[in-house]
């Protein structure tokens, strides 16, 4: 059985080294959105940042390949199934090749027949963000070799490439206005690539198998589609506050949003470095109660990296907002309730990838649903109180509140089925 190392120690140093790198990417990349804000005209880089919704949806052009790999091969290297993880690593390799030169053809073919009837801008920029699209999923699938062979240092690292390459760019944008951006796309797409393809040392051959590339779809589309969905919940929010308070309070609202992308981010490393390690154990076990002792761990650092941040931020918010953004201190009282929401996300990442370890993602959904409706009646209700902002913010508590619930109330359901069954058949045999 090929083990990965589960050590506290080890896990511990590439959650570190992978959200330092990620938070010092972020922040470059939030400076250089305020330069881009500064360079370029309202209008231009609002056609720029509606054709970035085909970059957005890009991600999700592979159909759950990149997801299935990523849990496979763990999968099956606890399963002591070298081959199968080679197999699936081959399948996957010429499937992505084989969607990057499928999709050039039908953008060559969609430009051919369409492209006379939009402005040289739109198809220009159409073309930019459909290259980078196609090309991002080979870097997708460089980092899924990254991640499942414990390597998030240089999956940080990626980026922070990415990120500075879209800050040094930024002489394209100033220079050649909205055609630097096309540029800059298509630049810092093949950076990351050609990064990934260096740090990878993929030697694995491209080959098919039918069968491998089912296998592979049949796992990853479920989990690609979970992820997308709790994308909308993550969202939901905002939504909600287009939907009955208008452009004005969303501006406001903007703060609570950034605070929580940040506090977001730290769940997000730590349940995709401790994700690798679980699809390997299950691979070893087949057992969901092995997993339990790391969906508590992810959680358990999650949540005290994430305390640390909110209370950090919950007596710099009011200063900060009053000294540099004073316009915003209406929505100082949405973000510290918003905080709650960040800890709740910590607390649940565990569980959440429990669920899709052992390919429980209907459960997930039903979860998330819950939650969804939760939010909804709760906002309303606040509304009807005369809450605006903070019944937002109040209402995601509420619903992230059920969510975390409902995660760890079927993660331990699982289980139990898993120690009943066990029990019974002890039963029997004697």
Not at 4 to 9: K, Y
Request: net charge positive.
């Amino acid at each position: 059985m090929a083990r990965l190392d589960d050590s506290p120690r080890k896990l511990l140093g590439q959650i570190f080294h992978f959200s330092s790198a990620t938070l010092i990417a972020s922040f470059i990349t939030l400076l250089q959105g305020i330069i881009v804000l500064k360079l370029v005209e309202p209008s231009v880089y609002g056609i720029w940042t509606s054709l970035t919704l085909i970059l957005d949806y890009g991600i999700y052009f592979h159909l759950g390949l990149v997801n299935g790999l990523e849990r496979s091969i763990p999968f099956f290297r606890g399963m002591n199934r070298d081959d199968q993880a080679q197999r699936a690593t081959e399948t996957c390799k010429f499937t992505l090749v084989f969607l990057i030169l499928t999709g050039l053809v039908l953008l060559l073919g969609i430009t051919t027949v369409f492209g006379r009837l939009w402005r040289t801008e739109v198809r220009i920029g159409v073309i930019s963000v459909a290259i980078s699209a196609f090309l991002y999923l080979g870097t997708q699938y460089y980092s899924a070799l990254l991640k499942v062979n414990q390597r998030f240092k240089e999956v940080g690292y990626l980026q922070l490439i990415i990120a500075v390459g879209m800050l040094v760019s930024l002489l394209l944008i100033w220079r050649y206005g909205f055609y630097g951006f096309c540029m800059r796309a298509i630049f810092t797409t093949c950076l990351g690539l050609a990064y990934t393809a260096w740090r990878a040392r993929d030697n694995s051959r491209v080959r098919f198998d039918g069968a491998m590339a089912l296998y592979l779809v049949k796992i990853g589309l479920p989990l690609m589609t979970i992820g997308a969905i709790a994308l909308i919940l993550f969202s939901f929010d905002r939504l909600l506050i287009l939907t009955f308070l208008g452009s004005t309070l969303m501006g406001y609202y903007g703060i609570s949003i950034a605070l929580l992308r940040m506090l977001n981010l730290f769940p997000m490393v730590v349940g995709q470095v401790y994700a690798p390690v679980m699809a390997n154990v299950y691979g070893a076990t087949l057992s969901p109660r092995s997993l339990l002792k790391y969906a508590a761990r992810a959680s358990l650092v999650a949540f005290c990296i994430t305390l640390g941040a909110v209370v950090a931020l919950y007596f710099l918010i009011p200063p900060f907002i009053i000294h540099f953004l004073p316009k915003y201190t209406y929505g100082i009282t949405a973000a510290r309730i918003s905080l709650l929401t960040g800890l709740l996300l910590a607390l649940s990442v565990g569980p959440g990838f429990f669920l899709q370890t052992i390919m429980r993602q209907f459960e997930y959904f039903i979860v998330i649903l819950l939650s969804a409706i939760v939010i909804l009646y709760s906002v309303i209700r606040f509304f009807a109180s005369g809450n605006d902002l903070s019944g937002v913010a109040w209402g995601m508590v509420i619903g992230y509140a059920v969510n975390t619930a409902g995660v760890w109330i079927y993660t331990f359901v699982f289980c139990h089925r898993e120690k009943k069954t066990g029990r019974e058949a002890s039963s029997q045999s004697s």
